[in-house]
């Protein structure tokens, strides 16, 4: 079989395009294929023309100065000077149909009785409930941290593996802490994607992969074929599996159970005038339609925008937009612009980094690379850091 490509990339979010820029960095002919219209997955700043061109996030939306491979990525593309800070505010919890904050939830005795085991506890292998539940109280972990977890994982934490919540790495002290870019973290993808060395086909569903000993054939839904002789699948584990191609039966098996937690986002932007709450961070929902609220007043300007992620199927898109804006203390008919988008993330459980393990087994010595935010954990980091291990397990360090 001759190759087109010398790395095929399935998936043009964050670990797709970091696989990408891995590849295109060492020389070699690669391409990114992508079945939306437009690049980035789960980083998606929504920007509102008739806004003026305001933004907001709807996924993604806050990088870290710990972020090493992102920043790495951001001094190749020059952009590592053009970060912006985020004005500092804090989230509300909702409760009850009331905005309250966050130490009005915290047992504080239990707290400060249960904290010196934060530095002594081991991760490996246990539960979110059963690692925070013990480092920080029954009770904290009940009536607060359980839903601070779900609103950062936009689904029930319980059972998530404590280790993929909030790994420590080093931090690059000249950057600032936590940032983010003048037209949102969508400017992360984008840039990436602008690349000359990066091919990138969006609207391009691909529906089949065959293998062979020269590489890969790709099979779009609308029946083109591409080939290349290294290939990295880099969405979510669902899709993973559904693509696996022939010959690696024993890394489909292992993954097929992993599931997925979908989310409908409700984005809503308001003028400032209309909108007397005070500046959040968000809102943490306990017992409500909704995981988490994410707002914009990190960057203040004429509009402030938020993200509701709600749970699938619970309400109707009328009723999540009443919801939403009871949530906010404003009447509906004070919207200035809205938009939809439908976020899915990986529903990961106890037991995964074994499975991790297997998989790697399976995949080793072959030209396949599978990453995503299913591997160390969820952030754009996390899913770097397998980028990046699989680029230099398929091409050398
Ligand atoms: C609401 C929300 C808030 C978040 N906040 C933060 C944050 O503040 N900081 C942080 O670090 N992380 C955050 N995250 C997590 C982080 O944004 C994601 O984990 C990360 O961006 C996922 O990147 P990915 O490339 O692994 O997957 P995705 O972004 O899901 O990309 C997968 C891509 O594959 C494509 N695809 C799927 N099927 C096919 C197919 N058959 N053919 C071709 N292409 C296909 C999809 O269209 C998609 O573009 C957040 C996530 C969400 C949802």
């Known amino acids: 079989m001759t190759t087109d490509f010398d790395h095929i990339v399935i998936g043009a979010g964050i670990s797709g395009l970091g696989a990408a820029h891995f590849s295109a960095r060492r020389g070699l002919s690669t391409l990114v294929l992508e079945a939306s219209d437009r690049v980035g997955g ?30 790495s990525i951001l001094d190749d593309l020059g ?15 909702w409760k009850g149909g009331k905005r309250r904050s ?17 530095f002594t506890a081991p991760k490996d292998g246990r539960s979110v409930a059963d690692y925070y539940g013990s480092v920080l109280g029954r009770r904290n972990y009940r009536d607060l941290l359980r839903y601070a977890f779900q609103a950062v994982i936009c689904q029930p934490a319980d059972d998530y593996p404590a280790e993929a919540l909030f ?37 391009q569903r691909i529906a089949r992969i065959e293998s062979d000993a020269e590489g890969f054939l790709v099979h779009g839904e609308d029946g083109s074929q591409v080939r290349g002789r290294h290939l990295t699948l880099a969405v979510p584990p669902d899709v993973a599996t559904a693509l696996m191609p022939n010959g690696f039966e024993a890394a489909r ?19 400032n005038q209309d909108l007397p709450l005070k500046p959040i961070a968000g809102l943490i929902a306990v017992e409500d339609a909704f995981y988490s609220a994410v707002s914009r007043d990190f960057k203040p300007d004429d509009y402030r925008g938020f993200a509701f992620h709600f749970k699938p199927g619970q309400l109707s898109p009328e009723a999540q937009v009443e919801r939403a804006c009871t949530a906010l203390g404003v009447a509906p008919d004070r919207i200035a612009a809205q938009s939809r988008i439908h976020n899915r993330l990986p529903a990961l459980r106890s037991g995964h980094f074994d499975l991790v393990k297997r998989l790697d087994a399976a995949l ?9 935010n299913w591997f160390l954990g969820v952030s754009m980091e996390d899913a770097l850091t397998r980028s990046r291990s699989e680029s230099d397990r398929l091409f050398g360090t």
């Open 42 to 71: 789960c980083i998606n700043s929504q920007h509102f023309d008739a806004l003026g061109g305001f933004w907001t996030e709807g996924g993604g939306h806050t990088c870290f100065n710990s972020y090493g491979n992102m920043l």
């Open 79 to 93: 952009l590592t000077g053009q970060v912006e800070e985020k004005l500092k505010v804090g989230y509300k919890l």
């Open 102 to 118: 966050i130490l009005s939830a915290l047992h504080f005795f239990e707290a400060a009785r249960s904290i010196p085991r934060l």
């Open 167 to 203: 790994r420590r790495k080093p931090r690059r002290k000249e950057v600032i802490k936590a940032f983010t870019f003048a037209k949102g973290i969508s400017t992360i993808p984008e840039a990436i994607a602008a690349q000359d060395a990066i091919q990138v086909r969006t609207g």
């Open 253 to 271: 098996d292992t993954i097929s159970d992993i599931g997925m937690s979908e989310i409908e986002t409700l984005v809503l932007a308001f003028r």
């Open 364 to 372: 080793a010595g072959s030209r396949l690379a599978v990453t995503g």
